[in-house]
């Protein structure tokens, strides 16, 4: 499985952004698509995730600013992201995985995001 994340870019504070993630390749079922991040001498850390199913999670930190959604017939993930800040700069990655049996995990190369204030 190959996942290719693009969109991030420039913004400025207060600005909008949409990445998405398209997996290619041997794609399990009943998986768990989401987004992570990681700043510059930081721990990644989780963004937020929605499964096969339609079910959605999102860090506290960006709750009510960014919103994630798939779709199963593309095999692609999108955040969209709203009222970006300068603490939302980062390097963000796509992660696919299954925790069903047989397991699987799968990280895209990741994406830019940089917010200018």
């Known amino acids: 499985v190959q996942l290719q994340a693009s969109g991030g870019g420039l913004v400025q504070v207060g600005g909008s952004l949409r990445l998405s993630c398209a997996a290619s390749?041997?794609?399990?079922?009943?998986?768990?698509m989401g987004w992570y991040r990681q700043a510059p001498g930081k721990q990644r850390e989780f963004v937020a995730s929605?499964?096969?199913?339609?079910?959605?999670d999102n860090a506290d930190s960006v709750k009510g600013r960014f919103t994630v959604s798939r779709d199963n017939a593309k095999n692609t993930l999108y955040l969209q992201m709203n009222s970006l800040q300068p603490e939302d700069t980062a390097v963000y990655y796509c992660?696919?995985?299954?925790?069903?049996?047989?397991?699987?995990?799968?990280w895209g190369q990741g994406t830019q995001v940089t917010v200018s204030s």
């Open positions: 390749g041997s794609v399990p079922g009943g998986n768990i």
């Open positions: 929605v499964t096969s199913g339609g079910t959605s």
């Open positions: 992660r696919l995985r299954r925790r069903m049996t047989p397991q699987s995990d799968y």
